[in-house]
């Protein structure tokens, strides 16, 4: 695989144990003599942690393989491969030296603990949206895709979705699953925005979603708890609300699988990524994050169904993988990005009225 590479330019010279230092306090590679002596100094930390990146999530299980790849001599612990985004803070404020270097997070709750993040700009920094950014560098977005509704075609009536109102219907008593519960995963939250505007609510009303739920509830649709590959293989969870790159992959255990993304209520979104203020591997962290937003790293990223952040300044220099972008799906409709401040709210609102919802 190729090796992220770049000009040493020797802005903070000196041993790899100097350069460690330097790290802790840098805003970009150069200040550690750009990407070759962020390299040095990550592998005399030998290790960065890691936190809630399970192997089928948007490839990274290729991601971490090919991250020791290009550059050895960097141990990569996973902790927690399935946290959400909470548990990732929670396992911050935890500190120490299993304490994550780098977190992965829903909008939401990167924007409520931004200060527990450090300010680091990747060199592809201005490829990056500036809408999808931190103008400060403590949150910056990476990859993201459609809010979708996967299912076996073999077990819904008729053999396919064509509403969210379908979810409704007899036929799928005790089929329809979420991925977590929306008051901790950004993931579930999300699906509850996308249920909402499908059911007349708004970004800005998420009322209608989990009104939507309590009716699923109400009329033995809904399968209370997180779905996971296993209950879809099981066929459990048959009809799952998941990111549409989530859901792609479930085609390799269930050969009917196909998802639907309702026209009248397409919802995008990106996660972020962040360094941790207090990073136990400093330098390790922030080479985490230059191979990430590398080409390398937005490519495993578009292999795994996901949209890197990075696509449209990509395609522009001709670095984009043309078969990968023709695989992700097709949406037809005026997409909506819903801002961290109405993921807020809604997450507001779901945690004063979910569990009533579905008891």
Known sequence: MAV??????GACGGSANEKVSCAKAATSATACGSIAGLYAAAKAEGQVNVIGLAPDWVNYGAIIENFKVAFPGIQVNSANPNAFSQEEID??????????????????????????????????????????????????????????????????????????????????????ALPGDPTKSNQALNALIMASVANGGSIDDVSKGVDFFHRLKVAGNFVPGAATIATVKSGKASVLFEWDYVSAPHVKDVSGWSIFVPSNAIIGGYYTQAVNKAAPHPAAARLWEEYLFSDLGQSLWLKGGAHPVRQAAMEKSGQIDANATAALPRVKGTVSFPTGEQQAAAATYALSHWSQAIA
């Not at 992220?4 to 330019?9: G, I, Q």
């Open 4 to 9: 992220v590479t770049c000009v040493l330019v």
């Open 91 to 176: 396992a911050v404020k935890v500190r120490g030296s299993g304490a994550p270097d780098v977190v992965d997070l829903g909008l939401k709750v990167a924007l409520a603990n931004d200060s527990l993040f450090a300010p680091y700009k990747v060199a592809t920094w201005d490829d990056i949206p500036a809408s999808l950014k931190a103008p400060t560098g403590v949150w910056f977005s990476s990859y993201g895709g459609y809010m979708g509704i996967g299912y076996d075609s073999a077990r819904v009536p008729g053999g396919t979705i064509t509403s969210v109102s379908d979810l409704l219907g007899p036929g799928y008593k005790g089929r329809v």
